[in-house]
């Protein structure tokens, strides 16, 4: 089955600074990724997606990139606020109408203020 | 905006008793599933369900998990002898039809399962 892996498993940076999470996985039929933001006790969200036919994809503040040689995708978080501090769940799947979801463990984003 | 709804938000449960877990999809969607999500650790598939079956199952989802849809609006899973190891949280999520441009699964507040 698929497998993700997501790094770094924390992640401090200053207010306005730049955020990157990296995220592999292993079945090269995946097609749909997307992030997750999670805050302390809440449902996860979704922040973006991309699916296998493009390689990037941007949504104001938050970007999404695409490598399906290398299988591996990355979020972007420019101009970082402190209300953007959660975990962020990369997961992969094989999307066919519907999709089973296979999240990384988290990475939790702390932004200072 | 439409939400997915989980009663209860707290279920606290001694070790081999059935819990019943409970969830309403948003209106419109027809895909269903599962996920559980340890202390810490990241969320898992549980089941998927579709057309009133089970679409996909993982590991996890032994003879002690069933899921059911009721009626026309809930969406639940049942376990039947819990574990001290079934404790976590469970999030429930729905998708909308095949033919859509939007792949989104959305998510329900979750139930906090705590097994003693």
């Known amino acids: 089955g698929e497998n993700v892996e997501q790094h770094p498993s924390t992640l401090s940076v200053q207010e306005g600074d730049s955020a990157v999470i990296k995220c592999t996985y292993s079945d090269s039929a995946s097609n749909y990724f997307p992030w997750y933001k999670q805050e302390l006790g809440k449902r996860p969200q979704l922040i973006i997606d991309?699916?296998?036919?493009?390689g990037e994809k941007k949504d104001q503040r938050i970007a999404v990139t695409l490598n399906k040689t290398a299988k591996h995708f990355s979020l972007h978080i420019t101009e970082t606020q402190p209300e953007d501090s959660a975990v962020y769940f990369c997961?992969?799947?094989?999307?066919?109408?519907?999709?089973?979801?296979?999240f990384g463990k988290g990475t939790m984003l702390l932004v200072s203020p | 905006e439409p939400e997915v709804t989980q009663t209860p938000s707290h279920q606290v449960t001694q070790m081999g008793q059935e819990v019943i877990l409970r969830c309403v999809p948003i209106?419109?969607?027809?895909?269903f599933y599962w996920y559980r999500q340890i202390l810490g650790q990241k969320v898992e598939f549980l089941v998927s369900?579709?057309?009133?079956?089970?679409?996909?199952k993982s590991e996890i989802f032994d003879d002690q998990f069933s899921v059911e849809r009721p009626d026309g609006s809930n969406f639940t899973l049942k376990i039947r002898s819990t574990k001290l190891e079934d404790s976590a949280m469970y999030f429930c999520?729905?998708?909308?039809?095949?033919?859509?441009?939007?792949?989104?699964?959305?998510f329900g507040p979750g139930t906090r399962l705590t097994v003693t």
């Open positions: 999520a729905s998708s909308e039809a095949r033919d859509t441009l939007s792949y989104e699964q959305y």
């Open positions: 991309i699916r296998s036919n493009v």
């Open positions: 997961a992969a799947s094989i999307f066919s109408g519907y999709s089973t979801l296979t």
């Open positions: 369900f579709y057309n009133n079956e089970i679409s996909e």
């Open positions: 209106s419109n969607h027809l895909y």
